[in-house]
């Protein structure tokens, strides 16, 4: 079974990707809660690189080597350029999942929980 990495408090795997789907993907900076030990995590930093290169690599891809190989068959070239898109957008968010670690949340300080 593939798992993520690890949770820095429990030393178990965070979350499933099915979980990681519905609650962190997409928002980097979002907290969630360990599966084991209901630590508040969050993303490391380095998600922020990994989707920013990865996007670039992305759209590298589409716009520039990806035309030259797929036919000029109106929608079907368009529609095999969605599909390589939605692969990487896809295989991104996995990788993500896998490979990037996680941080303890920092617990919210008085002042920004105190209303004005």
């Known amino acids: ?8 408090q429990c030393s178990k795997p965070v979350m ?15 907290k969630s809660k360990c599966s084991h030990c209901q630590t508040e995590v969050m993303r490391n930093p380095s998600i922020l690189t990994l989707l920013s290169v990865g996007s670039f690599g992305l ?5 520039y080597v ?24 896809f295989f991104l ?3 993500g999942w896998l490979y990037v670690g996680w941080r303890i949340a920092p617990a ?9």
Do not use: H
């Open 16 to 30: 499933p990707y099915g979980r990681y789907l519905q609650e962190m993907a997409g928002t980097p900076s979002k």
């Open 93 to 95: 968010n996995f990788l």
């Open 66 to 89: 990806a035309p030259r190989y797929v036919p000029s068959s109106g929608w079907a070239g368009f529609v095999s350029l969605l599909l390589v898109g939605a692969a990487g957008v």
């Open 59 to 63: 759209v590298v891809v589409l716009f």
């Open 1 to 8: 079974m593939i798992e993520c990495k690890p949770c820095p």
């Open 108 to 116: 919210p300080t008085k002042a920004s929980t105190d209303s004005v």
